[in-house]
């Protein structure tokens, strides 16, 4: 009798494969062949996904909340959830403000080249009301640069039309632009059938949720029984739907991943040069990703659940890893990052349903990580050099930011031009780094949802509710 392939490896099997095809059709020049029949498909594979997520989390929310035994059981896991995304997040943006201080991944840039975008910032700031040199140097008044001058305003003119930039620069504006307590006013829908019908706003979903929850508690078990049993119903089939779709997840992740390439360039020779450009600041998130993919996260694991051991973890988790990296999107991934949590790692029902769902919305570790890095390598390719306090912001302004960032591909870039206006610098420099972030965007994927993982085992752990069976055959 054959041996079952797991998942797992199906699904490395169609991203490897898709990769290779990519290379090969963008060699031959068959980009538009694969761009119009073959990434279709890997839009039908998140979108069948996403339709799942919103109603799943519903439901599963409303379960999860009703089936505890009291409210305050509900508080207390609610309070530890929000702790412990708080404080992995500020630990990714540590870890990314680390690395990017110690390698100095903008500096690998030409000097000439770093000193004509010294005298653009300068020329930015001159032109910008509101904002100032933050360092005091002023390389635009020594004349040997006079020359550089009007390049400068010339560059600046031509970013002003970046439309890409644009819009999301718009996008950002509208963020900072809502009262201190709008976050708490847009928690709350005015209409649960629109929240319900708009992927953005999953925090209004979770609210009605929780709230429909609690309220289930505080009536007599007899009368919610039946409401019970028909959100529960519901659970199960959607659950059903991912399991039926997973079954398919290879095929529709090689369409994915050979869209995604097919899109960057035309050649192999021209996405071998994006990355080049951008190398040292790519080798730095890359850098500072894995170390919370393979060294925080399994830490956390090791030394608060004692459970579970480093590769068994990979091992029952992957597929939702792997399919995180192939959306690029924690909405897409969460029906699949729930199955593999309550029925691989053995965290409860109840502990999957709330936990999970709120951390595919406030937890963005790797989003976070990203941010830092990033505004420190684009200070440092334009000779500015942050003081510990404007990195500091920096940590708040990430950490903050990375609640409100929804969990679509790229959303993390509005975020940015958030952070970079945080401590006055130009956010159209998020154009410098377009390049490269859809592939960055797929491995910050990964460490949000193994964060939402790790997290939801930790809770389950402090609460007695983690049933984690070594013996069980992935």
């Known amino acids: 009798m054959t041996k079952k392939i797991p998942l797992h490896w199906k699904i490395i099997i169609g991203l490897i494969l898709g990769i290779i095809y990519s290379l090969i059709s963008s060699n031959f020049g068959w980009n538009s062949f694969t761009i119009n029949w073959i990434d279709p498909f890997g839009t039908i594979f998140i ?24 409210p305050s059981k509900l508080g207390r896991m609610g309070a530890k959830t929000l702790g412990a995304y708080l404080i992995t997040t500020v630990f990714a943006v540590s870890v990314g403000l680390l690395l990017v201080n110690v390698f100095k991944p903008g500096e690998y840039v030409a000097e000439e080249q770093r000193i004509k975008n010294r005298i653009k910032y300068e020329v930015w700031v001159k032109q910008t009301t509101g904002v100032e040199l933050l360092d005091g140097v002023n390389y635009s008044a020594d004349p040997q640069y006079a020359g550089y001058l009007d390049d400068a305003a010339t560059e600046l003119d031509r970013e002003a039309g970046n439309q890409t930039v644009e819009s999301r620069m718009e996008a950002a504006q509208d963020l900072k632009s809502t009262t201190p307590l709008q976050f708490i006013v847009d928690f709350v829908p005015d209409n649960i059938f629109a929240a319900l019908s708009d992927g953005g706003k999953m925090l209004q979903v979770i609210f009605f949720g929780i709230f429909f929850g609690i309220v289930m508690i505080l009536l007599p078990r007899e009368t919610t029984q039946p409401v019970l049993a028909v959100i529960n119903g519901a659970n199960e089939v959607f659950l059903k739907m991912v399991e039926l779709i997973m079954n398919a997840a290879p095929f529709f992740v090689f369409a994915l991943m050979a869209g995604v390439i097919a899109k960057m360039a035309n050649t192999p020779g021209e996405v071998l040069e994006i990355f080049k450009g951008l190398l040292s600041y790519s080798v730095t998130v890359l850098l500072g990703l894995l170390i919370m993919i393979f060294v925080v996260y399994p830490a956390i694991l090791l030394f608060m659940v004692r459970k579970i051991g480093y590769l068994e973890f990979f091992k029952r988790f992957s597929p939702a890893q792997f399919l995180a990296f192939s959306t690029s999107s924690s909405a897409a991934t969460l029906p699949v990052t729930m199955e593999c949590v309550r029925d691989n790692l053995g965290v409860s029902k109840n502990v999957t349903n709330f936990v999970l769902p709120i951390g595919a919305t406030v937890n963005m570790d790797g989003t976070s990580l990203y941010q830092a890095v990033a505004v420190v390598f684009l200070a440092q390719m334009h000779l500015v050099d942050l003081t510990f306090d404007q990195q500091l912001t920096i940590v708040l302004t990430a950490t903050l930011a990375s609640i409100g960032s929804a969990a679509v591909p790229s959303a993390g870039l509005v975020m940015l031009i958030v952070v970079l206006q945080s401590v006055g610098l130009n956010p159209a420099w998020i154009a410098i780094i377009f390049p490269v972030d859809r592939i960055l965007d797929m491995f910050r994927t990964v460490v949000n949802v193994t964060g939402d993982a790790t997290v939801s085992t930790l809770i389950a752990q402090t609460e007695g509710e983690l049933s984690y069976d070594p013996e069980l055959k992935i």
Do not use: E, T, Y
């Open 47 to 70: 979108r069948l996904l996403k339709f799942i997520a919103i109603p799943l989390v519903l439901f599963s929310i409303i379960s999860g909340v009703a089936s505890l035994p009291d």
